[in-house]
């Protein structure tokens, strides 16, 4: 309803209410005079009885009383209610300009050769995937085949097909061989096939926006694992806002992030790509200002690269677990991403290097802050989510069907979280902060007294820091 017609609405709504009250008051009013009109005729009938023959001289009749007529509401006039329909609420905030490559119109082949490539490839293709024919004829037959799928989600006037070519394009890929396919001859063809798509795809990568979303979507689906050097380019590409030209949008970027998560749990790297996959997560993990749900779903894919973690550069640093550490610490940044990390330090792997101590202590610190967040705005909608991340660093987590909601982590490398892993470190801090989860999960503020015990605690645990510093 546009305020122009509220305003109608309202001045209406009281013109009918003045009316009605109105109404009412002049048929009270027409009661009351018909009753003083009987009184009246009453009156000089007696008087008539009684005075018969007494002349009387004629009196000037008294000016009748003007009726009190009843205060009327005041009802303020359109105009004068001062709104201007043209004028935005406070709260309003104006959605950000729409990006420049949402309007690309880049295709990689007329319609024409489309149709041309079509008739060369098209069935060919799926033969070809079926036989898995490695031989230079089903090079040529892959190549050209994958140049026109891809050219094909390049087409301006059919981006709502976009999702059903990518998803037919996957299955495709994903189903690779027959049942008289050896398994040395169907990784061949797949090895052959995601080089091929490794090798074309960066061209959509420069296309508008639907093209740039599917073109990802792809690498995130086909579980091809060095197809983790291109989404790792699309992380480190430069925020698109200030570099039109070779930068990426940020929700490309976390759907990039998403796949590495994908690739990481199903598409069996090796050390070598896990590695390199830690490294460039690390690297866009330095900054804080990227927004929480990039950071969360790094964070995400950081933990599933199960490496020892030492840094490619200084065999004796684990920088893993210094990365989750300084984001934990971070108090820049949300306490979703600083809760998760918390989370991803119960699972990752510890080089002998690491002092679980120092971990425990961060995150004793970081459940502290948060406590004390709590207690003073207990309402917020965040805490639930945050406490839990607090609960699963130190405990295992299994749902209620312990088969779909298995603890992965602990399925992979034989326990999950840091309850099971150093029972003797961290049970204390286990001790002192699941009190305050429960209260939270239970919708209440944390308790005064369990705030009390975690604080004595984490300044324990600080001056122990301090004077193991100290001796050293």
Not at 205 to 224: F, G, T
Not at 240 to 245: A, F, G, H, N, S
Not at 296 to 314: K, S, V
Request: hydrophobic residues 40%; charged residues 25%.
């Amino acid at each position: 309803m546009s305020m122009n017609r509220h305003c109608h609405l309202s001045t209406r709504h009281h013109s009918d209410v003045k009316d009605g009250y109105v109404q009412s008051l002049n048929r009270a009013a027409g009661f009351q005079s018909t009753c003083a009109a009987k009184f009246v005729v009453l009156i000089a009938f007696v008087t008539t009885v009684f005075c018969v023959g007494f002349p009387v001289a004629a009196q000037p009749a008294a000016p009748a009383k003007p009726a009190v007529a009843p205060a009327k509401p005041s009802v303020p006039k359109t105009d004068e209610l001062k709104i201007d329909p043209d004028k935005l609420p406070d709260w309003y905030h104006a959605p950000p300009e729409p990006l420049a490559i949402k309007d690309l119109d880049l295709p990689l082949a007329t319609k024409e050769e489309l149709a041309k490539l079509k008739r060369e490839f098209g069935s060919a293709y799926r033969q070809t995937l079926k036989t898995c024919d490695v031989s230079a004829n089903g090079r040529k037959i892959i190549e050209g085949a994958i140049h026109y799928k891809l050219a094909e989600m390049t087409v301006r006037d059919r981006l709502s097909d976009l999702p059903g070519l990518r998803k037919t394009f996957v299955q495709e890929f994903t189903t690779i061989g027959d049942g008289a396919r050896r398994k040395g001859e169907i990784d061949a063809m797949t090895a052959l096939v995601g080089q091929e798509i490794v090798k074309q795809i960066p061209e959509l990568l420069k296309n508008n926006s639907y093209v740039r979303l599917n073109a990802v979507y792809i690498l995130c689906e086909i579980n091809y694992a060095p197809a983790y050097e291109l989404l790792l380019q699309v992380m480190r590409a430069p925020d698109i806002r200030k570099d039109e030209e070779n930068g990426q949008p940020e929700t490309l970027k976390i759907v990039a992030a998403m796949g590495l998560v994908r690739i990481l749990r199903f598409a069996s790297p090796s050390v070598k790509e896990r590695t390199a996959m830690a490294t460039g997560i690390i690297e866009a993990l330095k900054d804080p200002q990227t927004h929480f749900w990039y950071q969360l779903r790094l964070i995400e894919a950081l933990r599933y690269c199960e490496i020892a973690g030492f840094d490619p550069g200084d065999k004796d640093r684990p920088f893993v677990v210094e990365c989750l550490i300084s984001v934990v610490n971070d108090a820049n940044r949300t306490w979703k991403v600083r809760t998760r990390a918390c989370y991803a330090l119960g699972r990752v792997p510890f080089p002998k290097s690491v002092k679980v101590e120092d971990v425990i202590t961060a995150i004793t610190e970081c459940a502290l802050q948060i406590s004390n967040a709590a207690a003073a705005n207990p309402n917020h909608m965040d805490w639930k989510y945050c406490f839990y991340n607090l609960y699963a660093a130190f405990h295992t987590v299994d749902g209620k069907d312990k088969e779909k909601d298995k603890d992965l982590d602990t399925e992979k490398k034989g326990a999950g979280g840091l309850l099971v892993r150093f029972k003797v470190a961290a049970q204390p801090a286990y001790a002192v902060i699941v009190p305050i989860v429960a209260d939270i999960l239970s919708g209440k503020a944390p308790d005064a007294g369990s705030l009390q015990k975690l604080t004595q605690f984490a300044r324990s645990r600080q001056t122990d820091a301090v004077q193991a510093g100290t001796n050293k």
